[in-house]
Each structure stands twice: as C-alpha cells, then as structure tokens.
C-alpha cells in the first residue's frame, strides 16, 4: 500500500501492516499509478512538476520525468502501455511511454481535466471539470474522439468505470 504524504510516501505491507519503505525525494507527491505488468510505480509530483519512476521490486527510484504544468490525476491504459498525467493548469494531459519512460506528447483537452480512466483498450476519459465535460481521446494518436456535456453535473470529479456495460460514473460536487 502506497500512502503519499505530502514530500514523501509510505509503503506498508498490507497483510503484515508493517512499514516496509519511506521513499523520499518527491516533493507534494499526490498519488503513484502502480503498473505490475512493468514493474513499475509512476508518481504524480506537484512540487515539482514530476513524475517519479519507481521500481515495485526494490522500492528503488529508477527516474524522473517531466509530467507538465500542475500534474493531478492519472491514468494507465495497459494496450499501449501508456501513462497520462493531467495537468490541470495547462488543460491538457502528458502522454507518457511507461516502458521507455518518456514523454511522447501531449493531448490538448479544452478545460481543466480532474480525473481520467482507461477503458483498458486504447481509450481515456476524462472529466472536465470547469466546462462539466467529459472528453473520450485516443492513447495511441492522441486525438480527442468526443466531447460530451454533463449538463446536471457541476464540477465533475471522482470518475469511475464499469467495464463489462462499458459505462462510466463521475462525481459532481453539486449532486
């Protein structure tokens, strides 16, 4: 279990409840997308605008990226094995290779994204959370597919996805 504690995370063993790492180096850590088919554990660092590799083996930080302006929530889509930081102050997301551990683009998305989700087969959605959209775009070319309105949901957040109906559930601060 990965506990981000504002410059530094906790890794406790959840079936002993024992502290196993304290990982530092990572100011205003705000949450690790982990990726065992890698590996690996990615990061999100608002200090500094990073993303933090980390190995899941050793506990090891194994590199730095650069994940844009104001890096929030994330998103792993396990058919191109890529990872997407959203960076709330650019309004866009930060397409990151999670094998070769660099940044490959970016996907401009229109207004501030809050959180994002992979369908598990080359499709990320994400809220918006200043326009009360949710945006569909491609992982592989980066291109924003739709674009919906959430008409009765202010400031849509939490987002969650049922994929065997293929539907997805979001958060809205007003309902």
């Not at 990726?35 to 500094?48: K, Q, S, Y």
């Not at 999670?98 to 994400?126: C, R, W, Y």
């Amino acid at each position: 279990l990965f506990i981000p504690r504002f410059d530094y995370m906790d890794v406790i063993d959840v079936d002993t409840g024992k502290l196993v790492a304290k990982l530092t180096g990572m100011p205003h850590v705000h949450g690790i997308v982990v990726v065992p088919e890698l590996g690996r554990g990615f990061t999100v660092n608002v200090g500094n605008d990073t993303s933090t590799i980390i190995d899941l083996e050793t506990l090891k930080q194994i590199g730095t990226i650069e994940a844009g302006s104001f890096p929030g929530s994330y998103a792993y889509d396990p058919s191109t094995k890529r990872l997407f930081i959203m960076n709330s102050d650019a309004e866009k997301a930060t397409a990151i290779d999670a094998v070769a551990g660099t940044v490959i683009g970016t996907v401009k998305l229109g207004g501030q994204p809050e959180m994002g989700i992979s369908d598990g087969n080359g499709h990320i959605f994400v809220n918006i959370t200043d326009k009360n959209q949710m945006v569909e775009f491609d992982a592989q070319t980066l291109e924003v597919l739709h674009r919906w309105s959430l008409d009765t949901c202010e400031g849509p957040s939490g987002l969650s996805m049922d994929l065997v109906n293929r539907r997805l559930f979001t958060a809205c601060y007003n309902e």
